[in-house]
């Protein structure tokens, strides 16, 4: 658990964050999202003590920060920035393998970890390990950036804008994976963003922050549903809201299941449990079609999902 209390950071005159407080569960994605110079990045140095802070208390797992060991805190704290931070003359192995050398695993263990960590961020380790960050694509030496904050399964995991860089496609992928890696992995992440799109997808919670203070703390549906001020209203924005509220419920829970799985018809379009209410709506709009079939993960056809269903209930 990381617990801040009434932290404050200054910049001589500036003051970056003004006395915040904020408690993140074990286990929790909590996303730091705000305007450009609200003070994410600061608080997110502030928790591995890349940057001290100027007064309050932040303790991790109820110890105060102050009295730890700032080079063993960060080695319990993965660390992943935008543009990576990659070293550009060691391989990709090389660079995952950082912190364990630094805790001077076996190296068989070592390689045993990089080849783990490159497959669960899926990066052929045939094909990747020995190449140059300078020969990967934006996404893929970021999914290195991920695996080597990963790599010595830190109980905590820092992201500062991590994926800010990257197109939307690249962009929307890493989330999904980001997503799928955290229920497998289920560490307790702070992540910056300055998109509340990307913050309501990957939150367990969101911090709102606003010239220095958190202005809400609250689950995605609630920051949609009542949001705290007008600030926080234009941020999540007025007119799509009911669209947000959609893109956080899995077709799951809205459609009609068969009394078993069946045989799913080839070729035919379908719909996974987990894709969102919005999704499904967007294809039954594109397609003017009234409702689509649904498949697990096995590819079975478990059930169906009606237009008219999500728009009676999917807000
Ligand atoms: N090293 C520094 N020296 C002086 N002022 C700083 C320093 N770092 C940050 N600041 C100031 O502190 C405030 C908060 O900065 P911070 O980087 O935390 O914001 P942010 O919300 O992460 O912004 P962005 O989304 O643009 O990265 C800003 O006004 C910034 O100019």
Redo the contacts with the bound molecule.
Sequence with gaps: MIELKNVT?R??D????DGIDLAIETGEVCV?V????????????MINRL?PHSSGEIRVDGKDITTLNPERLRLNMGYVIQGTGLFPHWTVARNIALVPRLLKWPQARVDARVRELMTLLDLDPDTYANKYPAQLSGGQAQRVGVARALAADPNILLM??PFGALDAITRENLQLEMLRIQRQVRKTTVF?T?DIDEALKLATRIAV?DQ?RIVQHDTPENILRHPASEFVENLVGKQDRGLKLMSLRPVRELMTAHARPRPATPGADALGEDDSLREALSVMLCRNLTQLPVCNGRGEETGVIARERIIRDGV
């Design positions: 950071r910049f001589g500036t003051v970056a964050v730091l705000g305007s450009s110079g609200c003070g994410k990045s600061t608080t997110l140095r940057l500062d804008e910056v300055h922050m220095g």
